[in-house]
């Protein structure tokens, strides 16, 4: 009796997508099986448990083996050991680096030492994901901050180039190695409805127009530390309030921009005066480095809440805060237009991502 066999041979390295993600996801391979079985795998594949058993047990080794040269990721195309086609080795890193919204935000802006790693077990508790994702995620939030911290040029582009990452997981990257380095008060209670978004776009008008590197394309760490001189000369904003003459006409012109547009209008003309000293006081305080990691909460509670108390809706918000900011370019004496400009733009912006409804 004779048999005819197709045999092909290849050294490919083969990974399951799907068993990759329950391998990220810190699931056990006995844990892993039970939701592949639930998924109807047994089925699909036409196996026992035993097999589909030895199956995730082999991915998941393949896995670990591979998971050192993905600390590295320019280094995957080069290895010789794992034969992997480049279009899997990109999804692979993706994949690796992607990291949990909800995890991020509980560790935003906090140092990324042994002593927040440690904290990782109630991280776990509170979130629902497992520790050694948790620990997974964190090693990687610390070894990104680690190689860019000290590199030349913008934040994203460093991230991009020395692992490989999409442009949208690298913008997240650069928001979180920038708050860990200027470490932004995001803890507060009043702070805890804002999510990782919030604060990734805010980080990113930050870096965008408030670092050195806004200004200066030839600085060395321009992205990462806000501009000095531009945060001193925010003081000279202090004029717009100071200056009751010019207090008074700033009002004028907004209230007349406004009239018949905003439903608040007699709320935001009695107010007008506290509502300014909020967003100038808060521009001249951010000389000092705790008032600075106070952005946030200084928002929240100056801005924010007293218009939420009387119940501003985002077009309103957004139709004062354009007004309020084109109305001091017609003051003629004031005489910080560039400044106020790029103060304003970042704090609109913020202030709008901010404001939840």
């Given at each position: 009796m004779?048999?005819?066999?197709?045999?092909?041979?290849?050294?490919?390295?083969?990974?399951?997508?799907?068993i990759?993600?329950?391998?990220?996801?810190?699931?056990?391979?006995?844990?892993?099986?039970k939701?592949?079985?639930?998924?109807?795998?047994?089925?699909?594949?036409?196996?026992?448990?035993?097999?589909?058993?030895?199956?995730?047990?082999?991915?998941?080794?393949?896995?670990?083996m591979?998971?050192?040269?993905?600390?590295?990721?320019?280094?995957?195309?080069?290895?010789?050991l794992?034969?992997?086609?480049?279009?899997?080795?990109?999804?692979?890193?993706?994949k690796?680096?992607?990291?949990?919204?909800?995890?991020?935000?509980?560790?935003?802006?906090?140092?990324?030492?042994?002593?927040?790693?440690?904290?990782?077990d109630?991280?776990?508790?509170?979130?629902?994901?497992?520790?050694?994702?948790?620990?997974?995620?964190?090693?990687?939030?610390?070894?990104?901050?680690?190689?860019?911290?000290?590199?030349?040029?913008?934040?994203?582009?460093?991230?991009?180039?020395?692992?490989?990452?999409?442009?949208?997981?690298a913008?997240?990257?650069?928001?979180?190695?920038?708050f860990?380095?200027?470490?932004f008060e995001?803890?507060?209670?009043?702070?805890q409805?804002?999510?990782?978004?919030?604060?990734?776009?805010?980080?990113?008008?930050?870096i965008?127009?408030?670092?050195?590197?806004?200004?200066d394309?030839?600085?060395?760490?321009?992205?990462?530390?806000?501009?000095?001189e531009?945060?001193?000369?925010?003081?000279d904003?202090?004029?717009?309030?100071?200056?009751?003459?010019?207090?008074?006409?700033?009002?004028?012109?907004?209230?007349?921009?406004?009239?018949?547009?905003?439903?608040?209008y007699?709320?935001?003309?009695?107010?007008?005066?506290?509502?300014?000293?909020?967003?100038?006081?808060?521009?001249?305080?951010?000389?000092?480095?705790?008032?600075?990691?106070?952005?946030?909460?200084?928002?929240?509670?100056?801005?924010?809440?007293?218009?939420?108390?009387?119940?501003?809706?985002?077009?309103e918000i957004?139709?004062?805060?354009?007004?309020?900011?084109?109305?001091?370019h017609?003051?003629?004496?004031?005489?910080?237009?560039?400044?106020?400009d790029?103060?304003?733009?970042?704090?609109?912006?913020?202030?709008?991502q901010?404001?939840?409804?």
């Amino acid at each position: 009796m004779s048999m005819e066999l197709d045999v092909f041979v290849g050294n490919t390295t083969m990974m399951d997508m799907n068993i990759y993600q329950l391998w990220l996801d810190g699931l056990t391979v006995n844990e892993a099986v039970k939701v592949r079985m639930d998924e109807g795998a047994l089925l699909e594949c036409e196996a026992n448990k035993e097999v589909l058993t030895s199956d995730t047990m082999d991915q998941f080794r393949t896995f670990q083996m591979c998971e050192r040269l993905l600390h590295f990721p320019t280094k995957l195309a080069n290895q010789l050991l794992f034969q992997i086609p480049s279009q899997q080795q990109g999804v692979l890193i993706e994949k690796y680096y992607e990291f949990d919204c909800v995890f991020a935000r509980e560790l935003l802006g906090k140092k990324l030492s042994k002593g927040t790693k440690k904290d990782l077990d109630d991280v776990s508790c509170r979130t629902g994901i497992t520790l050694k994702s948790c620990r997974r995620q964190f090693d990687n939030f610390k070894r990104v901050f680690k190689v860019v911290e000290e590199l030349k040029g913008p934040l994203e582009e460093n991230i991009q180039h020395h692992f490989l990452l999409t442009d949208t997981l690298a913008r997240d990257y650069a928001a979180i190695v920038f708050f860990a380095n200027s470490r932004f008060e995001t803890g507060k209670r009043k702070l805890q409805y804002l999510s990782f978004q919030d604060f990734a776009f805010c980080a990113g008008q930050l870096i965008r127009y408030w670092t050195i590197g806004a200004v200066d394309s030839l600085v060395e760490d321009k992205d990462v530390d806000l501009e000095k001189e531009f945060l001193h000369e925010l003081k000279d904003l202090k004029v717009l309030v100071n200056d009751k003459d010019m207090l008074d006409q700033h009002k004028v012109l907004v209230c007349a921009a406004l009239q018949g547009k905003i439903k608040v209008y007699r709320l935001m003309e009695a107010n007008f005066k506290n509502l300014s000293r909020a967003l100038i006081n808060l521009a001249a305080k951010l000389t000092h480095t705790k008032d600075v990691r106070d952005l946030f909460i200084d928002l929240v509670e100056k801005f924010i809440e007293p218009c939420r108390y009387d119940e501003w809706t985002m077009a309103e918000i957004t139709l004062f805060l354009t007004h309020y900011t084109n109305a001091a370019h017609c003051l003629g004496t004031f005489s910080h237009q560039m400044v106020w400009d790029r103060y304003m733009g970042v704090i609109k912006s913020c202030i709008l991502q901010m404001y939840h409804e």
